[in-house]
């Protein structure tokens, strides 16, 4: 052999086969009136505890019942900024920070408890932190506990793209409380309702009716975890472990989830954060709703039925950052990009049904203009939203 390349026929060494197995125990827990739960789920190891600063005001008194019963100091419990200009690579180095200076060992569990947005950010150091120690989910919000609490993925924001800086890391456990429910305010509880929707549209149309029948309750502070509420989450969780169960690291970039997620990340950064990452997801929705129906997939029908009940919660089914069609188009590029350079777009064929289009070059610039004039026509802003 001459030079320093390698022969075309050279044979490996050898092949390391590396795998590992994974799983995610999701219970309930009376989080908010009981440390038993945590504890359990703790098993006597070292933990830092991380919260939102919203937690750590209006549950003050659980989170020290938390940090006592599990025998921690008032500084293994660490409030770390959320909100989407704060989900960021700097805000997971502040928890592998702290996790250091407070020396948690290889054997140790950071306890995330919180939203969405903190429980990502928690994963991603949780990952980090000495090549990866356990983590615990404790949603606090809608949204985190039938999405970000059960997902297997963790992200943050970086050079003006949401979530794209991230990895796989499931957690030992997600736990999950509906009393925290009570105290969200009517904007975060719409968010959780649009990805309730988003996987009822997608994938289950017995959620879809569960919506119908007893969503209202959501609206009503008092009413969040009665039975029927309990009803919609744990159906909803239980779709989510379903699909990535079967596909739990993506080797299959068909995803019936990705559905509500090819544009509402641009939308919500076009609009500065203005729209939340719920709102967005609505607006995905209903475009890509509009869509199937022009192509002739989607019944019509179905198509005001999704539309109807959205509106019924108070979700945007418009905004004006859907006028603008390099925005849209901009967000299926990048879309195709994440997704292994093809499309891979999910849409309804029915309420609980959903079929791919796989080539980008399949959705053009009419057939979108068509459809933001389709959902146009269907607008609706609610009076006194904030979205932006």
């Not at 700097?90 to 592998?96: D, G, L, N, P």
């Not at 995330?112 to 947005?117: D, F, H, L, N, R």
Request: aromatic share 4%.
């Amino acid at each position: 052999m001459t030079g320093s390349g390698l022969a075309k026929d050279s044979a490996p060494i050898t092949v390391l086969r590396a795998t590992r197995e994974t799983s995610t125990e999701i219970r309930r827990a009376a989080v908010v009136s009981d440390a038993t739960g945590v504890v359990a789920a703790v098993r006597g190891r070292p933990a830092l505890i991380v919260v939102s600063p919203t937690v750590n005001r209006l549950y003050a008194a659980a989170i020290g019942e938390i940090r006592s019963a599990l025998g921690l100091a008032a500084a293994d419990v660490m409030v770390v900024p959320t909100g989407e200009h704060a989900k960021s690579l700097a805000s997971v180095e502040r928890i592998v920070n702290v996790a250091g200076e407070r020396g948690l060992a290889r054997d140790g569990v950071i306890v995330g408890i919180g939203g969405g947005i903190l429980l990502d950010m928690v994963g991603l150091a949780a990952g980090l932190f000495r090549r990866g120690v356990s983590h615990i989910k404790i949603g606090t919000t809608l949204i985190a506990q039938v999405d970000a609490a059960v997902g297997l993925k963790c992200g943050v924001n970086s050079g003006g793209a949401k979530n794209i800086a991230g990895a796989f890391n499931p957690p030992e456990a997600t736990l999950t409380d509906g009393a925290f429910l009570a105290t969200l305010p009517p904007r975060e509880i719409r968010c959780g309702i649009a990805e309730i929707l988003k996987l009822a549209v997608a994938g289950d149309g017995g959620l879809f009716e569960l919506l119908e029948q007893h969503g209202a309750l959501l609206l009503e502070p008092g009413a969040r975890d009665t039975p029927e509420v309990r009803a919609i989450v744990d159906r909803a969780i239980r779709g989510m472990v379903d699909e990535l169960a079967s596909n739990p690291f993506e080797s299959d970039l068909r995803r019936r989830v990705d559905f509500g997620h090819t544009v509402s990340g641009i939308f919500e950064v076009e609009t500065g954060h203005r729209l939340a990452h719920g709102e967005a997801v609505a607006l995905d929705v209903m475009l890509f709703s509009a869509v199937s129906v022009l192509r002739g997939s989607l019944d019509r029908a179905a198509y005001e039925m999704i539309v109807e009940l959205a509106q019924r919660f108070g979700l945007q089914t418009w905004h004006p950052v859907m006028a603008d069609l390099s925005v849209i188009e901009r967000g299926l590029d990048d879309s195709a990009r994440h997704r292994g350079r093809k499309l891979n777009l999910p849409l309804p064929s029915r309420i609980g049904g959903t079929y791919f289009v796989a080539e980008r070059a399949e959705i053009s610039s009419e057939a979108l203009r068509d459809a933001v004039d389709l959902v146009a026509a269907t607008r609706r802003v609610p009076s006194g939203h904030r979205g932006g």
